[in-house]
């Protein structure tokens, strides 16, 4: 709102409340959709690190989101229950659930609330009515319309303004910034529609967020967030909403997110340059390589969505990923070798029975210095980049491992990458096959081969020996 950094201050005390703009749950979430979603709960997980209680409410569009936004069209929900001879609900519902499941894949903190648009008709109905008694409403043949020449300040969120403001010509409304709060059913067949002090209908798409956050959160609660599409229309929207009908703010500070790009265009389902975590997964993307990616950059930056890109993800994540697994030629086979009492050691085919040993141990500290500059990094406006470049001087510094393990640990709390967790397989498949194929090559005496596959693990961030107990593979920083 003020088109500067500033300082955060809670409205109460250590707590902090946010309102996040959820999606509309008529098709799977794309990973354009999902960065915005990880830019969030960057946001929250930062809060918390910070000794902030958060509470965040996230709205579910299921209901008024129309295919054109001069509020016009279809419903979006109700066309994609039309096209697939599913019910609304049906619709809802499993888009939902899937929405959830990705989160969950990306290892985004949930939500205190989520809260479906559908069950919060009588608040929206309530709302319009404040609006209509202070007089910034009319009605026209098609709905009830809110009156943005009456608002003063209009479009200032942004410094988009009125005249700037993004606007659409509807036959439906006197003024291209005005917009619906209320649609008729009119000649419609739709299955979600309910009862109002203006006729049969259902809520425009912008009022659900105004009516959920003030109840949920109160008006004003601490941070909207939202991806920055939504800046100039929908977030002035609920401004004007909220504030014509309460004289006060909506919220004290907006947090958005840039886009997520391919080849310089933002990802858009109707662009269709999107991709989804199951296409990712398709190609063997494991959904924390995205999260890594998108983490990694700063939030008010163009995220460039390509190939390399990901490569560059996994690459890293391996590296963190090591600093708690290192690998050894199978045990089992070092056994038996050992007790064979064989020369043949630098012969055994070792490759693929490559296993990961957990080396963490809880007798590591965390760094001061490193958490300070950590901490500065996150603190100035979640900068991101910055903070991977401490998480990097950190691991190439001269602490223990143990204390770098503690360290980084900590550090997860807001990377989020589940390092604790992640155990076993620290050597990725694709690496171990590579390693194995060298083995075949070196056996062939292959030299050539073997040099090349050399360099193809080394572009996965890993390095590989010959013992004369087989491959041993390293990270190779
Ligand atoms: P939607 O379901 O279309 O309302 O979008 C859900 C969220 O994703 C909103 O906060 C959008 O601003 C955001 N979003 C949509 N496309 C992108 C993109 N390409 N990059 C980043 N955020 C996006
Ligand atoms: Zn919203």
């Not at 016009?72 to 039309?82: F, L």
């Not at 199978?330 to 020369?343: A, D, E, M, V």
């Not at 040099?451 to 193809?456: A, E, I, Y």
Request: proline share 3%; charged share 30%.
């Amino acid at each position: 709102m003020g088109r500067k950094k500033q300082e955060f201050k809670p409205i109460k005390r250590g707590q902090v409340s946010v309102y996040t703009c959820g999606p509309t749950v008529y098709q799977y979430a794309h990973i354009g959709n999902l960065r915005a979603y990880l830019a969030e709960d960057i946001l929250r997980r930062v809060l918390g690190y910070n000794g902030y209680k958060v509470r965040q409410v996230m709205n579910i569009t299921d209901v008024g989101h129309l295919t054109s936004d001069a509020d016009t069209g279809e419903d979006k929900i109700e066309r994609e229950a039309k096209k697939t001879g599913k019910t609304a609900k049906e619709i809802t519902k499993f888009y939902t659930e899937q929405f959830i499941r990705d989160l969950k894949a990306l290892n985004i903190e949930l939500p205190n609330k989520f809260a479906w648009a559908s069950k919060y008709i009588k608040e929206q109905i309530e709302l319009i009515k404040q609006l209509e008694k202070r007089g910034y409403t009319y009605k026209t043949s098609d709905g009830i319309y809110f009156d943005t020449a009456k608002f003063k300040n209009y479009g200032r969120l942004g410094g988009v303004g009125a005249g700037k403001a993004r606007v659409w010509h509807s036959p439906y409304k006197k003024r291209e910034t005005d917009f619906a709060l209320w649609k008729f059913s009119g000649m419609q067949k739709r299955q979600q529609e309910w009862k109002s002090p203006w006729g049969v209908g259902y809520p425009g798409w912008h009022i659900e967020c105004s009516a959920i956050s003030t109840k949920e959160l109160g008006q004003p609660f601490d941070i909207h967030t939202g991806g920055e599409d939504h800046i100039a229309t929908h977030h002035n929207n609920e401004i004007a909403q909220s504030e014509a009908a309460y004289g006060k703010p909506l919220a004290h500070y907006w947090f958005h997110n840039a886009f997520m790009v391919v080849n310089g265009a933002k990802m858009a389902k109707s662009a269709g340059n999107f991709y989804t975590l199951t296409d990712l997964a398709g190609q063997g993307i494991e959904p924390m390589v995205f999260r890594y990616l998108a983490i990694s950059g700063h939030y008010r930056q163009k995220l460039g969505f390509s190939k390399s890109a990901l490569v560059g993800a996994q690459n890293s994540l391996n590296k963190l990923r090591a600093v708690f697994a290192v690998s050894l030629p199978s045990s089992s086979g070092l056994t038996r070798r050992s007790s064979q009492k064989t020369k043949m050691d630098s012969r055994l085919p070792l490759g693929h029975e490559l296993e990961a040993e957990w080396r963490g141990n809880d007798k590591g500290k965390v760094d001061t210095t490193y958490k300070k500059r950590f901490l500065a990094a996150i603190n100035d406006d979640l900068n991101m980049p910055k903070a991977m470049t401490v998480v990097w001087e950190l691991l190439k510094s001269k602490k223990s491992l143990s204390d770098k393990q503690a360290t980084l640990l900590d550090f997860d709390k807001v990377l989020g990458l589940g390092l604790k967790d992640h155990k076993p397989s620290a050597i990725p498949a694709e690496v171990k096959k590579l390693v194995s194929e060298r083995e075949k090559a070196r056996k062939a005496k292959d030299w050539q081969r073997s040099d090349k596959l050399r360099d193809r693990i080394a572009k996965l961030g890993f390095v590989v020996e010959d013992t004369n107990r087989g491959p041993r593979i390293s990270t190779n920083d």
